[in-house]
């Protein structure tokens, strides 16, 4: 039985061993190919540079108009990021420790915004920002994605939270605590898990989205990072290292990001398998 289970957690170790290099790959010579002359890279794209290019970051910086575009995605990233976790976390609140009318109602809504194919509510969304004279501003990309996200940081928060034993409001109350005390100073701080997971799978889709930011957003000057990478085409189309070096600049703050989230994730992870 004992040489079964270490056969399995081998096979286990080396399945995953593999998925991670397949996903780390091309993320390595992403990097790699940044530091390169553009005759190195056309040479051999899979060779190491024989010096590193790190002038080819600035380029790449002014090429993609960084300074700016840089500045509107972290506004929009994390502002939309705030209001989601918070209303998400209340909504999951309410919904996980309260028992009331329409609650399964209003939950099935919420997941019922999971089924919603994001992209085919573009042209709808187009036509009531153009309605709200919302166009072209941080706001109508701050308000879609904070209504994308909704339903699957309910879905998360609720059903961690939903696993808290009664005894932690009880005490509260005892101590005199409100119900949004409660919830502040003894609830979200045991979610921190959780919070993790849906802050790092919204800030991801936030700084990574481009369909909505290029339809909705026409402004120089409110544009996000991703459209400043698409400043590359058709203008620096045979600089694939000035594109390789603007797609590593773009990467960085999201391994930040992630690492900085890292230990919460993980004990979320395993916090089912410590419990009982």
Known sequence: MEKKSGLFRTAVYVFLGLFAIINIFPIFWMIVNSFKTEQEYSGNPFSFPKSLQFSNYSKAWEVANMNTYFVNSIIITFASLIVTVLLGALAAYFLSRF????????????????????????????????????LDTH?????????????????????????????LEESGVMDGAGVFRIFWSIILPITRPALATVIILNFIYNWNEFLFALVLISSSALKTLPLGLANFVGIETASLTLQMAALTIALVPILIFYLLLQKQLVNGMTAGSVKG
């Open 99 to 134: 028992q009331f009318k329409l609650r399964g109602f209003t939950y099935g809504l919420f997941l019922l915004g999971m089924l919603v194919p994001i992209h085919a509510t573009l042209i709808p969304i187009f036509m009531i920002m153009k309605q709200l004279h919302l």
């Open 139 to 167: 706001l109508s990309l701050i308000l879609p994605y904070t209504a994308f996200h909704l339903s699957l940081t309910i879905f998360i928060l609720e059903g961690f939270m939903r696993g808290f034993p009664k005894d």
